[in-house]
Antibody
Framework: QVQLVESGGGVVQPGRSLRLSCAAS????????IHWVRQAPGKGLEWVTV????????YYADSVKGRVTISRDNSKNTLYLQMNSLRAEDTAVYYC????????????????WGQGTLVTVSS | QSVLTQPPSASWTPGQRVTISCSGS????????VYWYQQLPGTAPKLLIY???QRPSGVPDRFSGSKSGTSASLAISGLRSEDEADYYC???????????FGGGTKLTVL
């Protein structure tokens, strides 16, 4: 079955960087776009970014544009989220979610989710 | 403030039918499919409804979705205690070139 396992979260000081990973299994990773979605403590869901199946196209939310980079290594079935210049408001559980296959790739909805990894930005 | 508007909370008794609304605009709900997610306490979200009104396998037919114009709704009939969760609507926004979520509705089963 589809499995997505996030890692790399932790406590980081404001202004520092962190890289999250999402290890995928149970499906052909290289044929699916993948999203990152985050959830601040006690708050709702916020979409962060999406990457196409081959890594050639990406979209970002305005709240993270310029500070965050999504990438993937299809040979390792792994997705990454490089986060720079972290702020307190980036504190959240970060989920990776597989995008459903769609004729318009970025409109593929979140059909499977990982359990998330917590990022805490604090001095 | 979320692009999609949902009521923050709803409280109903077991067995009743509850409807959760999701209001947007022409650039999001008005021109794209709507999706609904259920998030039980302490867990990851789970797909409940896709493409406005389709249920994934394994989702009970007590759950149904609909869309009209720039609004969408999730209906839950025969409410059960295990339905107590947060519910989110989501869709693509053509103007923002990104996905948007509703603020979530916390459903309490009394």
């Amino acid at each position: 079955q589809v499995q997505l396992v996030e890692s790399g979260g932790g406590v980081v000081q404001p202004g520092r960087s962190l890289r999250l990973s999402c290890a995928a299994s149970g499906f052909t990773f290289s044929t699916y776009s993948i999203h990152w979605v985050r959830q601040a403590p006690g708050k709702g869901l916020e979409w962060v970014t999406v990457i196409s199946y081959d890594g050639s196209n990406k979209y970002y939310a305005d709240s993270v544009k310029g500070r965050v980079t999504i990438s993937r290594d299809n040979s390792k079935n792994t997705l990454y989220l490089q986060m720079n210049s972290l702020r307190a408001e980036d504190t959240a559980v970060y989920y990776c979610a597989r995008a459903s296959l769609s004729s318009v790739w970025m409109k593929g909805f979140f059909d499977s989710w990982g359990q998330g990894t917590l990022v805490t930005v604090s001095s | 403030q979320s692009v999609l508007t949902q009521p923050p909370s709803a409280s109903w008794t077991p067995g009743q039918r509850v409807t959760i609304s999701c209001s947007g605009s022409n650039s999001n709900i008005g021109s794209n499919f709507v999706y609904w997610y259920q998030q039980l306490p302490g867990t990851a979200p789970k797909l409940l409804i896709y493409r406005n009104d389709q249920r994934p396998s394994g989702v009970p037919d007590r759950f149904s979705g609909s869309k009209s114009g720039t609004s969408a709704s999730l209906a839950i009939s025969g409410l059960r205690s295990e339905d107590e969760a947060d519910y989110y609507c989501a869709t693509w926004d053509d103007s923002l070139s990104g996905w948007v979520f509703g603020g979530g509705t916390k459903l309490t089963v009394l």
